[in-house]
């Protein structure tokens, strides 16, 4: 059914046709609808058999979820930024024990300074957790992405983060189709778990592991997650039959077969990405997309493959590895290693900087020249940089340097549009 809505609603909609069994449930922007409105379905007996749980944090939220999964119940919640940050201990906790708990990350930067708006910092400072990470582009991905989700989770018995860009597509409004109940039951079956507490038969779960098997016990992880590289494209290709849509997999291309320069990125800023393509295009430069949608488990292969045809690469990040540069550039350099390929790093759209069809469409042309640096950061204010740095040079107490960078931009916080 063709239905007009919010992003959040849209996969608000979609989780509860999976008949979660437990909902966990603590309000943070902008993830906030999404559970307002799975627990108003719960309210009103539109979602049935299922125990929505306010907690009193995110660490809460996630330490319930686990206990709920170890207990047999399909297990749901979503969380951002700061909240995710709160609950890694129990992040960490849920795939160690091969918990299949689903979870949307709804991307936010994360502080200090305080930022509400969107990057990529916080799922992919869990990187290494243990969940695997799926990317959406758009909201449809993103309600699709869900669905799959709870079956890739179940069948492997690993968490599973379902990544949306925060507000650009949770409080954006489209046109969403959403599937019935008999489809979503025809795909997605019962949950049967591989490992539960019952009092009938007792085990223990979470047990201490010493040096003699903690690296076997990780490796496992590490394994599950290769056999999750299989599966995912697999049941993108079962999920087609059902619904009849092309969603989800391992990555997508956009007019690379004939390209010599590929753009790589993940998220809700491949549309403009590719909006921008199509004008480069039509002036003759050969030039394509890259998009990922599996973050974790990386798909070294099949990134390997988009791009054994091209000259150069530049990966897109919203995310910024301090000290380093790029995130998934490092994993793309990974893929390619040999190649002989010239890889650039672009870092953009922090805290929700905005990314414009211009700035990209300079960009890619000094890309296609070879004329970028290892590493750049679009459209950086370098002027009030500078101006701080050179504060801090010349005075030792210089005081905060956000609060003294707003006062050069000619404010004293951050304005909402």
């Given at each position: 059914?063709?239905?007009?809505c919010?992003?959040s609603h849209?996969v608000?909609?979609?989780?509860?046709?999976?008949?979660?069994?437990?909902?966990?449930?603590?309000?943070?922007?902008?993830?906030?609808?999404?559970?307002?409105?799975?627990?108003?379905?719960?309210?009103?007996?539109?979602?049935?058999?299922?125990?929505?749980?306010?907690?009193?944090?995110?660490?809460?939220?996630?330490?319930?979820?686990?206990?709920s999964?170890?207990?047999?119940?399909?297990?749901?919640?979503?969380?951002?930024?700061?909240?995710?940050?709160?609950?890694?201990?129990?992040?960490?906790?849920?795939?160690?024990?091969?918990?299949?708990?689903?979870?949307?990350?709804?991307?936010?930067?994360?502080?200090?300074p305080?930022n509400?708006?969107n990057?990529h910092?916080?799922?992919?400072?869990?990187?290494?957790?243990?969940?695997?990470?799926?990317?959406?582009?758009?909201?449809?991905?993103a309600?699709?992405?869900?669905?799959?989700?709870?079956?890739?989770?179940?069948?492997?018995?690993?968490p599973?983060?379902?990544?949306?860009?925060?507000?650009?597509?949770?409080?954006?409004?489209?046109?969403?189709?959403?599937?019935?109940?008999?489809?979503?039951?025809?795909?997605?079956?019962?949950?049967?778990?591989?490992?539960?507490?019952?009092?009938?038969?007792?085990?223990?779960?979470?047990?201490?592991?010493?040096?003699?098997?903690?690296?076997?016990?990780?490796?496992?992880?590490?394994?599950?997650?290769?056999?999750?590289?299989?599966?995912?494209?697999?049941l993108?290709?079962?999920?087609?039959?059902?619904?009849?849509?092309?969603?989800?997999?391992?990555?997508?291309?956009?007019?690379?077969?004939?390209?010599?320069?590929?753009?790589?990125?993940?998220?809700?800023?491949?549309?403009?990405?590719?909006?921008?393509?199509?004008?480069?295009?039509?002036?003759?430069?050969?030039?394509?997309?890259?998009?990922?949608?599996?973050?974790?488990?990386?798909?070294?292969?099949?990134?390997?493959?988009?791009?054994?045809?091209?000259?150069?690469?530049?990966?897109?990040?919203?995310?910024?590895?301090?000290?380093?540069?790029?995130?998934?550039?490092?994993?793309?350099?990974m893929?390619?290693?040999?190649?002989?390929?010239?890889?650039?790093?672009?870092?953009?759209?922090?805290?929700?900087?905005?990314?414009?069809?211009?700035?990209?469409?300079?960009?890619?042309?000094?890309a296609?020249?070879?004329?970028?640096?290892l590493v750049?950061?679009?459209?950086?204010?370098?002027?009030?940089?500078?101006?701080?740095?050179?504060r801090?040079?010349?005075?030792?107490?210089?005081?905060?340097?956000?609060?003294?960078?707003?006062?050069?931009?000619?404010?004293?916080?951050?304005?909402?549009?």
């Amino acid at each position: 059914m063709l239905k007009q809505c919010e992003g959040s609603h849209a996969v608000a909609e979609a989780v509860a046709l999976c008949r979660p069994e437990v909902i966990c449930a603590y309000p943070i922007s902008p993830q906030t609808h999404i559970v307002e409105g799975l627990g108003e379905m719960v309210k009103s007996g539109e979602l049935k058999d299922c125990e929505f749980i306010n907690v009193e944090s995110e660490f809460a939220a996630m330490s319930v979820a686990i206990g709920s999964s170890a207990a047999g119940a399909r297990t749901y919640t979503a969380t951002a930024s700061q909240g995710l940050l709160f609950m890694v201990e129990a992040v960490y906790n849920a795939s160690g024990l091969g918990l299949p708990i689903v979870m949307t990350v709804a991307n936010r930067a994360i502080g200090a300074p305080i930022n509400i708006w969107n990057d990529h910092s916080d799922s992919l400072s869990q990187r290494d957790c243990g969940w695997i990470q799926l990317f959406a582009e758009t909201n449809q991905e993103a309600l699709d992405l869900h669905i799959q989700a709870f079956k890739l989770a179940e069948e492997l018995s690993l968490p599973v983060m379902v990544c949306m860009d925060g507000f650009i597509l949770t409080h954006a409004y489209e046109r969403a189709d959403i599937p019935t109940q008999a489809q979503v039951d025809d795909f997605l079956p019962p949950y049967e778990p591989r490992q539960v507490l019952d009092p009938a038969e007792p085990v223990s779960i979470g047990a201490m592991v010493g040096p003699e098997a903690f690296m076997e016990v990780r490796y496992l992880a590490h394994a599950k997650q290769m056999q999750a590289l299989e599966r995912i494209p697999q049941l993108a290709d079962e999920f087609k039959k059902v619904f009849g849509r092309d969603t989800g997999g391992l990555t997508h291309t956009y007019k690379a077969d004939d390209a010599e320069t590929i753009v790589i990125a993940m998220g809700s800023v491949l549309g403009t990405i590719k909006d921008t393509v199509d004008d480069m295009r039509e002036a003759g430069h050969k030039i394509g997309v890259l998009g990922i949608t599996s973050f974790r488990p990386f798909p070294l292969v099949a990134v390997a493959a988009a791009l054994k045809n091209c000259k150069r690469f530049l990966v897109l990040e919203k995310s910024l590895a301090v000290g380093s540069g790029g995130i998934v550039a490092t994993d793309v350099r990974m893929a390619v290693t040999g190649m002989g390929l010239k890889g650039y790093t672009v870092v953009a759209g922090l805290g929700g900087r905005a990314i414009t069809k211009k700035s990209l469409a300079t960009l890619f042309e000094k890309a296609g020249r070879d004329e970028l640096e290892l590493v750049t950061f679009l459209d950086l204010d370098w002027k009030v940089v500078n101006r701080q740095l050179e504060r801090e040079k010349q005075t030792r107490r210089s005081g905060p340097a956000a609060e003294a960078m707003l006062r050069d931009l000619g404010t004293v916080a951050s304005k909402i549009a």
